[in-house]
């Protein structure tokens, strides 16, 4: 079994998904991919990652009702999410992280840094608990 960082990425595009999983893997972290919220979340239940990086606008059920079903789940509720999306406005991020987002990345990102960016954000993360 690894002691790398798991990382589920819930985003409909497929090239951000093989981008962060290539990038995020040479990082050093495992790497679990979903398509969709409604994927995102059966594996999230199954797989119980370490963090969620989440998409906010998918066809289907779009990054808010995700969310919405990741905090309300007692399985997956303390699993941090990080809003990785191009909706950028102090509304959009506002309303993520009163859904219960961990953090808000917006798109367009250097994928290079992403690895140290969250790194970061998941150790201050536990400072505060």
Known sequence: MSDAISILVI?????????????????????YQAKDGEEGYRIALKKSPDLILLDWMMPEMDGME?????????????????????????GDIDEAMALGADDYMTKPFVVSRLGNIIRKKLEKLEEAE
């Not at 497929?14 to 050093?28: F, V």
């Not at 997956?76 to 990080?82: E, H, S």
């Open 11 to 31: 985003d409909d595009d497929a090239r951000i998904r093989l981008a962060l999983e290539y990038n995020l893997k040479m990082d050093g972290f495992d790497i």
């Open 66 to 90: 995700t969310l919405r079903m990741l905090k309300g789940h007692y399985e997956t509720r303390d699993i941090p999410v990080f809003m990785l999306t191009a909706k950028d406005t102090i």
